[in-house]
């Protein structure tokens, strides 16, 4: 089947190979190459990342000596609030999700793929815009007032490479070359030496947003279990997971051959400890994809008690959409927001939506006039949403309207995505901004949690 909704050879790891980044279609290139993303480099970690086997890497898990692993678990708070971040990978058209269907200049920029002036609910904040039908399950937790939206948000001169502008995000800074994400140096912060699992990333490799410079972070591939993958069956598998075990034990005089068998046993221990919980149950229905069956899983492991402290997770769908833009975003819109609603009823059963917070962001927004083949290219400012019982549920930055756009005729921004990240820092997970965020001082916080 025929690639037709993004742009050519996007893949960060082409990319990185050809060292050249390309902004888009009908676009000048930004950059002659992009930033390595926060977190590349560490052996351990690409030894853990791309074993085959592994569907839980423990990442710094070097530091870790096996006795104080379990008891780091077991001892861990399991009262934290928790941020789950969600990406929308490929910079989300933000305005189709919360469209400007009362702006005259929507239909002329967009002749085929303007919504129609009734289609989806209305933004009750602003009657300018309508919730894009693929977005009903957001609509109905903003009208239950859990939903902060940010109809324009972004950043001073804006990147419209893919690389570049979601490295800022990542790192929270717009200067290349930090090593460490946001809510990686969060965790540095606050975090412990022994728990992988303050830091998750439900993806199978490190997100960039979580990379640390000394405390353990994990990241999974499935929910169904902490488990290593075997090509051979039982016996001979068991024997094979038990050498796992010995392996960190064995001598060496290679303090790299040391991280690895450390981190490895350090990886079955967690497999043993753990493994039970893939046999978990909801509270609610959730749809049958398996992004939601991912946030199931996330549920129960809040429910059972792991001691995460932030979780990141890639939406389902590619939201780079130059071509056939209508049929490709709604797939993936709706499968992401009809999952978050899922995943909010189930912690409102559990009576755990008190403690969780989600974040849905994007590299950047897309143009406001479509292309000739019946997409938009790279813009400026996008969406990004709160999600919560404890989301203060306000509008944050007025969305700009069509008839002023900015120098490259792109909409306007009109909320900075590090104000948000310092409001999420102080007012939700209790942490000075200024010790995560660059020059947090100078960003006016949003009022995002409610008392």
């Not at 530091?63 to 077991?74: D, H, V």
């Not at 820092?425 to 995002?448: C, K, M, N, R, T």
Request: proline share 6%.
């Amino acid at each position: 089947m025929a690639r037709h909704n993004c742009c050519n050879d996007y893949t960060r790891s082409q990319l990185l190979r050809s060292a050249a980044a390309e902004a888009g279609r009908g676009l000048p290139a930004i950059e002659v190459g992009m930033p390595e993303p926060a977190g590349t480099g560490l052996s351990r970690r690409r030894f853990l990342s791309w074993s085959a086997g592994l569907a839980l890497a423990v990442y710094g898990a070097s530091k870790i000596p096996l006795a104080a692993f379990e008891e780091g678990i077991a001892q861990a708070a399991a009262t934290d609030k928790i941020l789950v971040s969600v990406f929308f990978d490929g910079g989300i058209d933000a305005l189709s999700v919360l469209a400007p269907t009362g702006d005259p200049r929507y239909s002329q920029l967009r002749p085929n793929l303007a919504l129609a002036p009734d289609a989806g609910t209305e933004f009750a904040e602003d009657p300018t815009l309508r919730w894009h039908p693929s977005a009903a399950s957001l609509a109905t937790l903003h009208a239950e007032g859990k939903v902060s939206a940010f109809p324009a948000i972004g950043y001073d001169h804006p990147d419209q490479s893919h690389f570049t502008s979601r490295h800022y995000y990542e790192i929270g800074e717009l200067d290349v070359g930090f090593h460490t994400g946001w809510l990686g140096r969060y965790i540095d912060q606050v975090g412990d030496d022994d728990n992988p699992l303050q830091g998750l990333s439900m993806d199978g490799s490190l997100s960039p947003m979580i990379a640390t410079a000394n405390r353990p972070v994990a990241a999974i591939d499935s929910v169904d279990g902490y488990d290593l993958w075997s090509p051979v069956s039982e016996p001979i598998s068991d024997e094979m997971y038990k050498s796992f075990a010995r392996f960190g034990s064995l001598p060496s005089d290679s303090p790299g051959l040391a991280q690895v068998r450390r981190a490895t046993a350090q990886t079955d221990k967690l497999r043993t400890d753990l493994g039970g919980l893939g046999d978990f149950t909801s509270m609610v229905a959730y749809p049958d994809t398996n992004f939601s069956h991912k946030l199931a899983g996330l549920a129960a492991f809040i429910a059972g008690g792991l001691p995460m402290r932030v979780v990141t997770i890639r939406a389902p769908g590619g939201y780079d959409t130059h071509a056939d833009e209508a049929e490709d975003l709604s797939q993936g819109l709706r499968e992401t927001c009809e999952g978050v609603l899922a995943f909010q009823r189930d912690l409102e059963a559990r009576g755990l939506a008190d403690r969780v917070l989600i974040k849905l962001w994007s590299e950047f927004g897309r143009r406001p006039e479509e292309n000739a083949s019946l997409g938009t290219d790279h813009g400026a400012a996008g969406c990004a949403f709160v999600v919560g019982s404890k989301a203060k549920g306000e509008m944050v930055g007025e969305f700009p309207g069509l008839a002023q756009l900015d120098q490259n005729d792109n909409v306007r921004v009109t909320s900075d995505f590090r104000a948000m990240y310092c409001a999420l820092l102080e007012q939700w997970l209790g942490h000075d901004a200024a010790s995560v965020i660059p020059g947090a001082s100078s960003f006016e916080q949003p009022s995002l949690v409610k008392a």
